[in-house]
């Protein structure tokens, strides 16, 4: 890495697990090892806030979901068709659980249907 003119600092050095599948490995850099953590900053912020903010970036995408499946079946909010009922009638499920369903399947615990 440093050949390549990034610098990386051995003292602050630290890494996190996500998908352990064996408990009690090692991680070495230049025969030094790394501390793991179970929780990180990014940018300054702890990893929890980038927990909410990805929750509020979801709630943005349901409410833009919405808005285009009530426009393709020509219903406006004044209509006053509860979101759920717009859903059953195309058989869309939430954006959040399509998120969710995705983001396990990537980490390989939903096995596809």
Known sequence: MERRGMKVSRDKM????????EAGG??????????KVDDFKYL????RAMDSAKKRQEAELE???????????????MDKIRNEQIRGTVKV??????AREARLRWFGRVEEE
């Open 14 to 21: 630290e890494y996190m697990c996500v998908n352990e599948r």
């Open 44 to 47: 300054g912020q702890p990893s």
């Open 93 to 98: 499920e939430q954006f959040g659980d399509k």
């Open 63 to 77: 409410v833009a979901e919405m808005k285009m499946l009530r426009f393709s079946l020509g219903v406006t909010r």
């Open 26 to 35: 090692k991680v070495k850099m230049q025969g030094v090892e790394v501390v």
